[in-house]
Nanobody, 125 residues
Framework: QVQLVESGGGLVQAGGSLRVSCAAS????????MGWFRQAPGKEREFVAGISRGGGRTDYADSVKGRFTISRDNAKNTVDLQMNSLKPEDTADYYC??????????????????WGQGTQVTVSS
């Protein structure tokens, strides 16, 4: 089992950058494929980015490709999401999620076993 805690959310102007982080407890972090999802008010939770257990494979939603970068540090038990060129439509609660023994980064919420509580990101126009 892993516990996930997000941090780094906040308010930023459109065009700006923000980095959100997820810290995982436990000694088996490297056994989890990790993902970032987001949920805006009144909308369903959607996939943002995913990374494989070793970090060699990543996947992104079309809406964030070229702007967001997911990375992980298995020695520090962290997974980060660097968000550049932010847009108002990126405003949402951002959640990290873990998929135990996931082979590839999943793109649907159902593929993930553990979730953090989320961190809020607000992009003003």
């Amino acid at each position: 089992q892993v516990q996930l805690v997000e941090s780094g959310g906040g308010l930023v102007q459109a065009g700006g950058s923000l980095r959100v982080s997820c810290a995982a407890s436990g000694r088996t972090f490297s056994r989890y494929a990790m993902g970032w999802f987001r949920q805006a008010p009144g909308k369903e939770r959607e996939f943002v980015a995913g990374i494989s257990r070793g970090g060699g494979r990543t996947d992104y939603a079309d809406s964030v490709k070229g702007r967001f970068t997911i990375s992980r540090d298995n020695a520090k038990n962290t997974v980060d999401l660097q968000m550049n060129s932010l847009k108002p439509e990126d405003t949402a609660d951002y959640y990290c999620a873990g998929d135990y023994l996931g082979v590839v980064p999943g793109t649907t919420a159902e593929q993930y076993d553990y979730w953090g509580q989320g961190t809020q990101v607000t992009v003003s126009s």
